[in-house]
Each structure stands twice: as C-alpha cells, then as structure tokens.
C-alpha cells in the first residue's frame, strides 16, 4: 500500500499525478520536452538512457515503462535492454551513446561525479553540447521521477509482458494529454 | 569551466536554463508549484526542505540560493540555516517539520529508504497526505536541480553573502518569468 491516499488502480508514477495535478502538469510537460521533442538524440536513445538511469536507481516501474518504449522504438527485444542494463559495453549500441551513458551512471551517483574525461570522450565519439546537456538533465531527472515513484510506495504490475504490451500506445499518446486511467 | 558552453556570466542553474530554455520553462514551473503556490507548507518551510537536500546533495549553488530564500521568508539568520542543515533535531522548528525532513533525507538517499514508521510518525504529528506527497516531490526534484547543476561543472559566486543578499529579490520575483541575466 502506498503512503498515502492514492487512486489504488493506479500503477507507478500514475497514483501521485492523479493525486497532484498541479505538479503532474511541469512533470509531464518535462519528460515530453526531455523524450520526446526534437532532438539529434533518437526516442530511442533518450528512453534507452531513461531506463539505464532507472535501472541503477532500481526503481521497478520506471525501468519497465521506460524500457518498453525504448524496446518500441528501438525495435528490439527486452533481452536487449537487459542487457544495456546489465553491461551495456558488451552490446551492439553506439560507441557515442555509451559514452553518454557513462555520464548518465556518472549523474545518477552525483551531479559531482562527471568527470572532464567522461565529457571529452563523448565529444570525440560526436557528441554535441546539446547531447550532453540532454543526456546529463534525463539521468537528473530520473533521478527525481524515481524517488517520486518510490519514495511514496507506488506499487507497480511485476509482469514485464504487460510493459512490453503497451509501449506502442505509450509511444503514441506521449506524455501530455494521456488519459492517467487508461 | 562547465563540462559544455554555456553563457559565462550565469551562474548555477541558471547557465543551463539559458542554454536549452526549451527544458527551462517546465523545470521552472515545476519549482513555481511546488515551493510557492497555495500550500499549508509556508514557502519558507518549503525552501528549507529544498535547501536541506540540496546540502545533503553537496551543492554548493542549490543550499545557497535556496538557503537565502528560506532565511528570508523564514525571518532568520544563515547561522540557524546552516544549524539546520548540520542538526535539525537540535533546532527550534516544529516537530512536524522535523518529521518531513526526516522523509526528505530518505528520499536523497533513494525512494525505497522512506520507511512506513517515518509516515507514521509524521502523520500522528499532524502532517497531511498533500504535505508528504510535496515533501516526498520537493526532496526528489532537489536530487534532480542538484545533479543538474553539477553534472555540468557550473559555477558558483562563493561568497555566500551574495545569496543572503538575493533572497529578499528572488522571493519576490519567483520562478517564472523572471530574467536569468539579472
């Protein structure tokens, strides 16, 4: 049971928006701008980064919703997601993006402790500013969305199928105007 | 120097904010609801959360700023600010509010580490459902701002009078609409 009074059908981060409105609103409108707006960094990509941050941060709900867009839009498995989770220099991604990831791990511990050298290797692997600013601010604010989520006791459905399933209706209906009860 | 090219003359969160205003506008929103519209936390209670976690966090432009906001609102010195910071307990705030920052110290450590017993504790002293839950948003969207600013390296005026002298300013400007060049 959460902490507080939620709406009970409501899984994850879904229980304290309905609760809050008001901060739901700039919640919302941030993942959108962070995810989903124009960006040299693909869907994919930033929900790939998303769930990676999540991951470290174990934060159940927030890893599967997440990894069940970047599984939509990467077109991939959840095996492969896992794996970028668990190791994801072994995988087939990017060299630029784990570099950017790499950062990302190094946010999730502390904005302190990006080091020049992460920042160097990522620009010379093609990273623009712009990249490394969007990359630092979703490990940033994962950071938040998942101690939101956990911080309160949200509780959240354990099979992963069910993520997997609704990643391309997630994927159409973005993050602004999405009905939180459907 | 910042980890990327942002505006020299801006300091803290304010150097990204210029450089991606796109990002800017929903991360300050968000701080406009939570730690000044309608509350039965009074802004300065607010801003001592947030000035709390952002020490707890080891920013250095976060507790500042926010740690002269409280003390102008709150009517005190820095001295009881920074005793705040060091030792809550021993202070003069209320019990209830010794209880949220209790939860807000779980929460910068990760969502998993509020415990039901730090709810019930603050709930039994007369804390309400909205009051956790803003607590639970204001501690976690500090561990965000506070990665944020120090993922990338930005800098920071250290003379933390500077901060004092801001606050009355800042209270009055609030987080929207404001000028980040003044």
Chains 1, 2 share one sequence.
């Not at 994850?12 to 609760?19: K, L, Q, V, Y």
């Not at 950071?143 to 992963?160: H, I, S």
Request: charged share 25%; aromatic share 8%.
């Amino acid at each position: 049971m959460a902490h507080i009074n939620l709406p009970e059908e409501l899984p994850g981060i879904r229980g304290p928006m309905a609760f809050r409105p008001e901060t739901a609103k700039s919640l919302n409108e941030l993942a959108e701008a962070l995810l989903r707006s124009e960006n040299s960094l693909t869907r994919g990509e930033r929900e790939l980064i998303a769930t990676y941050v999540s991951s470290l941060n174990d934060c159940f709900f927030c890893q599967n919703a997440h990894g069940g867009l970047a599984q939509h839009y990467l077109q991939c498995d959840m095996a492969f997601i896992d794996n970028v989770k668990k190791d994801y220099q072994s995988t087939s991604i990017s060299e630029k993006l784990k570099s950017l990831l790499a950062i990302a791990a190094s946010v999730q511990k502390g904005g302190k402790n990006v080091t020049p050298s992460q920042i160097e290797k990522a620009k010379s692997l093609g990273a623009s500013d712009r990249e490394i600013h969007d990359t630092v601010l979703i490990a940033a604010a994962f950071c938040m969305f998942n101690r939101y989520v956990d911080g309160l006791a949200t509780w959240a459905p354990q099979d992963r199928q069910i993520y997997i399933d609704r990643g391309p209706r997630r994927a159409e209906e973005g993050y602004i105007n999405f009905d939180l009860y459907k």
